[in-house]
């Protein structure tokens, strides 16, 4: 329940970019306090104002552990490891984590570099606050240090903010210079099971809604237009050009099972642009997607054009499930565009449809709420007399 509960915050938080404008600072972001004193690498290390648990710890390269030589600040940086074979395993994954105050509850994001071990491309890791992981998994995009965010919610008050590594099994992450800020909007991503708990709502205003290589649909009331591939009246999908329509086999009820029966895919790497943006708006962009294979099948590095990104795996839920990436985002022109990067050339993203929702100003959600009010409370005296 809390878990779900996170998760419902940080989607609502992530959706209206409602947060405090100041942020924690982390201390010794890249694990210099305490030197190692050799090349090497070393399990769980004291004296830091990280804590180091179960098979985590510092490296200092070059190392038998293999980590990258260049790329990173200092002389020093973390790692996480899932290997219950080891001494050091307490039979979960590596974890690190230092006491953070939150100045107010909110979105926050991780800014960070980091790396996988060798060919371990598989290798995942997650945020948590006081022990409740509060992100999906995410992983490093190749071998050497390269940037990634991860946004999350957190209440407000001092909590323990954590980065566990969740496998597959012998498996390493690589991490350095870690940074915490608030995050106005930027990507997400979870799962759904069909119509019902899909987010599509009447009571939201569409700018797109389409099925992508279907025939459309109605979804919770709302029409998904028929698309297509290259440019349409209000969307241009470039690179992913060839359509498939063999996922019948998906798990997803109501229309969003059509929606996820046909796509496009073969971009590397493919584009979204949407048009029709007005300035200064914001908007929420979800994509509706099912799993085409056994997760960690299909890596994507997925960005926008205002700078967000994140690297997601399109296949996280299981073959035939159910997945959604979203990103929230204040429009600074009349388009945007998406650009899917595939970590395999072969493992491209599948386009299967997506919505386009201009979020309430909280101004708006303001009225809004006073309106519900006065509206419950005219109820009550009409029940009463």
């Given at each position: 329940?809390?878990?779900?509960?996170y998760?419902?915050?940080?989607a609502?938080?992530s959706?209206?970019?409602?947060?405090?404008?100041?942020?924690?600072?982390l201390?010794?972001?890249?694990f210099?306090?305490v030197?190692?004193g050799?090349?090497?690498?070393?399990?769980?290390?004291?004296?830091?104002p990280w804590?180091?648990?179960?098979?985590?710890?510092?490296?200092?390269?070059?190392?038998?552990?293999?980590?990258?030589t260049?790329g990173f600040?200092?002389?020093q940086?973390?790692f996480?490891?899932?290997?219950t074979?080891?001494?050091?395993s307490n039979?979960?994954g590596?974890?690190?984590?230092?006491?953070?105050?939150?100045?107010?509850?909110?979105?926050?994001?991780?800014s960070?570099?980091n790396?996988?071990?060798?060919?371990?491309?598989?290798?995942r890791?997650?945020?948590?606050?006081?022990?409740?992981t509060?992100?999906?998994?995410?992983?490093?995009?190749?071998?050497?240090?390269?940037?990634?965010?991860i946004?999350?919610a957190?209440?407000?008050?001092?909590?323990?903010?954590s980065?566990i590594?969740?496998?597959?099994?012998?498996s390493?992450?690589?991490?350095?210079?870690?940074?915490?800020?608030?995050?106005n909007?930027g990507?997400?991503?979870?799962t759904f099971?069909?119509?019902?708990?899909?987010?599509?709502?009447?009571s939201?205003?569409?700018?797109h809604?389409?099925?992508?290589?279907?025939s459309?649909?109605?979804?919770?009331?709302?029409?998904?237009?028929p698309?297509?591939?290259?440019?349409?009246?209000?969307?241009?999908?470039s690179?992913?050009?060839t359509?498939?329509?063999?996922?019948?086999?998906?798990t997803?009820?109501?229309?969003?099972?059509?929606?996820?029966?046909?796509?496009?895919?073969?971009?590397?790497?493919?584009?979204?642009?949407?048009?029709?943006?007005t300035?200064?708006?914001?908007?929420?962009?979800?994509?509706?997607a099912?799993?085409?294979?056994?997760?960690g099948g299909?890596?994507q590095t997925?960005?926008?054009?205002?700078?967000n990104?994140?690297?997601?795996?399109?296949?996280?839920?299981?073959?035939?499930?159910?997945?959604?990436?979203r990103?929230a985002?204040?429009?600074?022109?009349?388009t945007v565009?998406?650009?899917?990067?595939?970590?395999?050339?072969?493992?491209?993203y599948?386009?299967?449809?997506?919505s386009?929702?201009?979020v309430?100003e909280?101004?708006?959600?303001?009225?809004?709420?006073?309106?519900?009010?006065?509206?419950?409370a005219?109820?009550?005296?009409?029940?009463?007399?």
């Amino acid at each position: 329940m809390k878990h779900r509960l996170y998760l419902a915050f940080a989607a609502f938080l992530s959706a209206t970019g409602v947060a405090d404008l100041r942020a924690q600072t982390l201390a010794d972001p890249s694990f210099e306090s305490v030197q190692q004193g050799g090349a090497n690498f070393y399990y769980q290390p004291t004296g830091f104002p990280w804590s180091f648990t179960s098979t985590s710890g510092v490296i200092q390269p070059p190392s038998a552990f293999a980590g990258p030589t260049t790329g990173f600040n200092g002389t020093q940086y973390a790692f996480l490891q899932t290997n219950t074979g080891s001494p050091s395993s307490n039979g979960a994954g590596g974890l690190i984590s230092q006491t953070v105050n939150f100045p107010s509850a909110g979105n926050y994001r991780l800014s960070l570099i980091n790396a996988y071990r060798g060919t371990q491309s598989a290798a995942r890791y997650a945020v948590q606050i006081d022990g409740v992981t509060v992100t999906s998994s995410v992983g490093a995009f190749n071998s050497a240090f390269t940037a990634n965010q991860i946004n999350f919610a957190a209440p407000a008050g001092s909590h323990t903010f954590s980065l566990i590594s969740t496998g597959p099994t012998d498996s390493t992450t690589f991490v350095d210079q870690l940074a915490l800020s608030v995050a106005n909007g930027g990507f997400s991503i979870g799962t759904f099971t069909g119509d019902a708990d899909s987010g599509v709502s009447t009571s939201k205003t569409y700018t797109h809604a389409i099925d992508l290589d279907g025939s459309g649909g109605n979804v919770n009331g709302v029409t998904f237009s028929p698309g297509g591939t290259g440019a349409q009246a209000t969307y241009t999908l470039s690179g992913a050009g060839t359509p498939n329509a063999s996922l019948t086999t998906n798990t997803l009820t109501g229309t969003m099972h059509s929606i996820a029966t046909d796509f496009f895919y073969g971009g590397n790497p493919a584009t979204l642009t949407l048009s029709g943006l007005t300035v200064g708006k914001q908007y929420l962009t979800t994509f509706y997607a099912a799993g085409f294979g056994a997760a960690g099948g299909r890596l994507q590095t997925a960005s926008d054009s205002l700078g967000n990104v994140i690297y997601f795996d399109e296949d996280a839920a299981g073959q035939n499930n159910g997945t959604l990436l979203r990103d929230a985002f204040t429009a600074t022109a009349s388009t945007v565009t998406f650009t899917f990067t595939p970590t395999v050339a072969g493992n491209t993203y599948h386009f299967y449809g997506f919505s386009n929702e201009v979020v309430p100003e909280p101004g708006t959600l303001g009225l809004l709420a006073c309106a519900a009010t006065g509206l419950l409370a005219r109820r009550r005296r009409s029940a009463a007399q």
